[in-house]
């Protein structure tokens, strides 16, 4: 069996190899080559209630990738939304006394976009599934399957779990205690499941185990990482069920446009966001669809696997439409060994640490200490210590201590270097290690690795200016001249000029990561006028130590990342 995307979407060379296009290349049918977009979504967040750091943290993770991908100056799409429909919303709304729609109204404005800004995130595009061009197409795409008789009514009777807006498996609930003593509940919520009996429309899911096995095996990258993968071959070695896509017991949902009685199942309805927000089903975003459809990465966490990596591909391959190229799977924030949530009162609000360490912090924090695809746990002490030792002391005083020697023995213009030593050519070989191995990391989609690849370039600065003492070199005969300044041309302008070249390295290979303090940095080297845009460096300008124009004028600057009061961190 041959799928779409198995013709459609290549990449131009292996990862982590550099190719002579700006981005991930499709083959189209007719054989020819086009550069392409790389287009990575997170979920879409149910409106129930606030965002809380574990929303923030795929939210986070797509912006650093996506950054990443932009830094490389690729064309990048990225995506993200709310969900908006179904029982879970509805009931929230409901014990709110308002209705569904002026609900999610509120959250949307009040929660879920200001915590792109508090994030800093640079999403291209925000879908929410009650916007018309959703819900048109969503019922264009569905009443095609209908068309195509890949939708019949049956009789279902089984185990609902509201929270997680899904039928249950037997393997799937475990006894409830306390409250719940004497009934199952989910496994991941924890709350009593319902037993629903409905007369609905089915999609006959059940016929695709086969050919996502295939799928599965002919292309290992589509589930990833690999423990994702297994979990979802074991799954659909069991057997698919049909599953039931309508409901008729509530309306807040898309009406099947065949039949109004009934709403579309809300898994259905939101995985569509993904196609439908670049232009599934609009004849006049045909070109659009094409240039960015099919997704290169769908960012889940692992609750919401197996819809996207079973579900999803099977809607698609159902429609005859190209498959996503990745769906990747990140663990949990965990507190007390339990993922965090809001009805666990768990829940930690992004600002809450905003507010205390800035957003570039919050995204470092996250991106570096749990590692992408496990688990981690978020502690107030951690981030405080990691925010001192790594941001402020690593590398925002090794920008403050190399920019004020500049300005020290040279009055702020940077000096022309002497002869090179191994101590350069080693630093430098640094840098184009970290570029290589970052770049790597990105494109098995670990963007934790991606940091602590480019952390070695902060480390080895520091340890190059401890070895070297440039202070102490500046007390040598000959080094400065009359007037105290430098000339330019001896070891003291060699060994500055060399770490003002790993700081704009670093600024190139943190913009992504730490957007405002790397942006920061570059107004310290000289900023736009003298370097150009920082956002239009290539990432593997960063490989080389030659970006940094002849006498350019390095500032003091503010400090990357100032000292945090104690107090405001105990007080969490
Ligand atoms: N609406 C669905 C997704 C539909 S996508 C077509 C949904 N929404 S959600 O708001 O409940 O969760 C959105 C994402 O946040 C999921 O990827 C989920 O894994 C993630 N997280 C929610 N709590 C989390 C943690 N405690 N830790 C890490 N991520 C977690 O599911």
């Given at each position: 069996m041959v799928f779409q995307n198995e013709n459609f979407m290549r990449l131009c060379s292996p990862p982590g190899e550099h190719c002579t296009h700006s981005g991930p290349t499709r083959i189209n049918m007719s054989g020819m080559a086009q550069p392409s977009c790389f287009y990575l979504t997170t979920p879409i967040y149910y409106v129930n209630d606030a965002p809380h750091i574990g929303h923030a943290y795929t939210t986070v993770a797509a912006d650093v990738l996506t950054r990443w991908h932009r830094q490389r100056q690729e064309e990048v799409w990225f995506l993200t939304g709310t969900d908006e429909h179904g029982e879970k919303v509805l009931r929230t709304a409901e014990s709110k006394g308002v209705a569904p729609q002026a609900w999610a109204d509120k959250l949307v404005a009040e929660e879920w976009l200001p915590v792109l800004d508090t994030l800093d995130a640079a999403n291209d595009d925000f879908i929410r599934t009650t916007d018309e061009r959703h819900e048109v197409a969503v019922q264009r795409f569905i009443q095609r399957l209908y068309d195509d008789g890949h939708i019949y009514k049956g009789k279902f009777e089984g185990q609902y779990c509201v929270a997680c807006e899904e039928y249950k498996l037997p393997g799937d609930l475990e006894d409830g205690t306390g409250?719940?003593?004497?009934q199952q509940v989910c496994k991941i919520h924890g709350r009593p499941v319902e037993t629903l009996s409905e007369e609905n429309y089915f999609f006959p899911l059940s016929q695709y185990g086969d050919k996502l096995l295939e799928l599965y095996e002919a292309h290992p990258e589509f589930v990833q990482p690999a423990s994702a993968r297994n979990e979802v071959i074991g799954f659909v070695k069991q057997g698919l069920r049909d599953l039931s896509?309508?409901?008729?017991?509530?309306?807040w949902g898309i009406e099947l446009p065949w039949d109004s009685s009934h709403v579309l199942y809300v898994w259905f309805d939101a995985l569509l966001n993904y196609a439908s927000a670049v232009g599934l089903e609009d004849e006049s975003k045909q070109d659009e669809f094409s240039r960015i459809w099919p997704a290169d990465v769908h960012l889940v966490g692992k609750d919401i696997l197996r819809f996207h990596a079973v579900i999803w591909p099977a809607m698609l391959l159902a429609a005859g439409l190209p498959l996503p190229k990745t769906i990747f799977a990140h663990g949990w924030l965990l507190v007390g060994g339990e993922k965090m949530s809001k009805t666990k009162l768990t829940g930690i609000h992004p600002r809450e640490i905003t507010d205390v360490f800035g957003s570039d912090a919050f995204r470092y924090y996250f991106t570096r200490a749990v590692q992408f695809g496990h688990d981690g746990s978020f502690s107030w002490e951690d981030i405080a210590a990691r925010y001192n030792?790594?941001?402020?002391?690593?590398?925002g005083n090794l920008a403050s201590r190399v920019a004020a020697m500049v300005g020290k023995y040279f009055g702020g213009a940077l000096p022309t270097p002497g002869a090179l030593t191994d101590a350069e050519t080693d630093l430098e070989a640094v840098a184009a290690r970290a570029v290589a191995d970052a770049e790597a990391a990105i494109d098995r989609i670990s963007p934790t690795d991606a940091v602590a690849a480019v952390w070695t370039l902060v480390e080895a600065t520091n340890v190059y200016l401890t070895e070297q003492e440039p202070w102490k070199v500046?007390?040598?005969?000959?080094?400065?001249d009359e007037s105290g300044a430098g000339a330019g041309g001896g070891r003291l302008a060699t060994i500055l000029v060399t770490a003002a070249e790993a700081l704009r390295s670093l600024a190139i290979l943190l913009n992504p990561v730490t957007p405002q303090a790397a942006q920061n940095l570059w107004t310290i080297l000289g900023g736009t006028e003298a370097l150009g845009e920082l956002d239009k460096q290539p990432v593997a300008d960063a490989a080389a130590f030659n970006g940094l124009p002849q006498h350019v004028t390095i500032t003091k600057g503010a400090p990357l990342f100032p000292r945090i009061e104690d107090e405001s961190a105990d007080s969490k």
């Open positions: 409250e719940y003593e004497g896509i309508s409901r008729s017991s509530f309306d030792a790594e941001l402020a002391n690593g590398w500046a007390k040598l005969p000959g080094e400065l």
